[in-house]
């Protein structure tokens, strides 16, 4: 009954990667309902102007500026926050996949997985 309980080593990982998931995913997504909750309570009466088209602030395109006004409560930095966070999920997620790889001692995935990690931050900083 006792062995029931335990996981073998593949499924501690694979449980650890979704737990990792569900906590990014819902914090990612927590801050973007605050801040979208916020915005509607500071913004929510304006009419839009649909004539022209007004881009994002230049103070909401680097992540510097973004955690700065994160502390400002600026409602648009805390959605963008939510939304850089859940980019970095499943950037998360490929990582630890690096480690509990290298932990098992599987070389050929350790470098496929390094693969991935690569092409995923080149894309991610690439964009910036």
Do not use: C
Request: hydrophobic fraction near 50%; glycine fraction near 6%.
């Amino acid at each position: 009954m006792k062995e029931d309980l335990e996981f073998p080593q593949e499924r501690k990982i694979e449980y650890i990667m979704s737990i990792l998931l569900r906590i990014g995913v819902i914090i990612a997504a927590s801050f973007v309902l605050l801040g979208g909750i916020f915005y509607l309570i500071h913004h929510g009466q304006a009419l839009p102007n649909y004539k022209t088209f007004k881009g994002e602030s230049t103070v909401l395109k680097n992540i510097p500026d973004i955690f700065n006004n994160i502390f400002k409560f600026n409602t648009g930095a805390i959605i963008q926050f939510g939304l850089i966070l859940l980019i970095a999920t499943p950037v998360a997620r490929v990582t630890f996949s690096v480690i509990a790889f290298l932990y098992e001692k599987d070389y050929l995935y350790t470098v496929f997985t390094l693969i991935v990690l690569t092409i995923l931050l080149y894309s991610f900083f690439a964009g910036m």
